[in-house]
């Protein structure tokens, strides 16, 4: 009926151009022509649109013609072809879901897994600056402590390095010792380790390494020929004031020498030499140590 209809136009708009001019009759034929052109357009819209629905039709009509001319086999074999098709879209249809829905728990899953790691770490993390706290809380407890002590005394001749590991006090030589020497801390020296013995008593938590360092000089003394026995001496001397005349507890105290070998400032200068003179408190706290609490917690 479309292909009828189409021709019938075609034959009228061919009858009414006989009587137009050559330019009329071409622009008439290319509005037809866009007019069709739009209709197919609309047409194949539709098709594509009602493609499932124009399937069913012509298997319905290939049905029925199978029906009209008694041909029951070409039925038979339609009906099972149509129930076959039917089967396979069910099953992939299930297939589909059955997929869907396998990825979804996994996703879901495997999203409970993150969570409860994040929970873990976050945890974990916590943990870790629960040590960290704590170890700050005790340094910078002993470095106000300290610092107090020696404000009543009116001494600032000394210097206090903190870390998260450890606090550094650092006395010049010539507090303690005259240069070189090892006999006899002066006087101002054990005032200021008596001082200092009472801020060590309150924290039997801390470990004490005295470390003494000494300029590139040559001892000048027959009885200490090096500057690393010179340094360990100066340390041992120390220990024996805090623990023999202040009852610091021994097991807190560690005497060490450096000798040269660690300098804080060149060795070319008087000045560079006289910083490098020096007596050095480190304290860490008691245990397993700030690393090894922290690898506990991990």
């Keep these: 009926m479309k292909k009828f209809s189409l021709l019938l ?15 009329k009759h071409i ?4 509005l037809l022509k866009m007019d069709h052109e739009k ?3 609309s047409e194949a819209d539709t098709w594509r649109r009602n493609l499932n629905e124009a399937q069913d039709e012509i298997l319905a009509l290939r049905l029925q013609l199978s029906e009209q001319k008694g041909e029951n086999n070409v039925l038979v074999n339609l009906r099972s072809e149509l129930k076959a098709k039917i089967a396979q879209l069910e099953g992939q249809i299930e297939n589909v879901s059955s997929s869907s829905q396998s990825t979804q728990q996994s996703l879901s899953s495997t999203l409970i897994d993150k969570e409860n790691e994040i ?4 945890a974990k ?18 470095s106000s402590d300290i610092h107090y002590a020696f404000q009543e005394m009116n001494y600032t001749d000394f210097e206090l390095v903190s870390t998260n590991e450890s606090v550094r006090l650092i006395f010049p030589e010539g507090l303690l010792f005259r240069k070189s020497k090892t006999d006899r ?22 470990d004490i390494d005295i470390v003494g360092h000494t300029d590139n000089s040559p001892t000048g003394r027959k009885s200490i020929t090096d500057n690393w026995t010179l340094s360990t001496a100066q340390a041992s001397r120390v220990i024996d004031l805090l623990t ?3 009852d610091v507890n021994t097991n807190q105290l560690t005497a060490a020498g450096k000798g040269e070998f660690a300098p804080r400032s060149s060795n070319g200068t008087a000045e560079g ?20 609490a922290i690898r506990k917690e991990l």
Excluded: D, W
């Design 273 to 292: 030499k006289a910083k490098n003179r020096r007596i050095e408190f480190v304290f860490t706290q008691r245990g397993e140590g700030l690393e090894k």
């Design 119 to 122: 929970a873990a770490l976050k």
């Design 9 to 23: 136009t075609l034959s009228v708009a061919f009858t009414m151009t006989s009587c137009m001019s050559k330019k």
């Design 39 to 41: 209709m197919y357009t």
């Design 185 to 206: 801390i002066q006087k101002r020296g054990v005032e200021i380790m008596e001082s200092l013995s009472k801020v060590i008593t309150r924290f039997p938590i801390m």
């Design 244 to 246: 023999n005349e202040f």
């Design 27 to 30: 622009e008439a034929v290319q």
């Design 125 to 142: 993390l916590k943990n870790v600056e629960s040590v960290l706290t704590r170890h700050k809380a005790e340094f910078t407890r002993l």
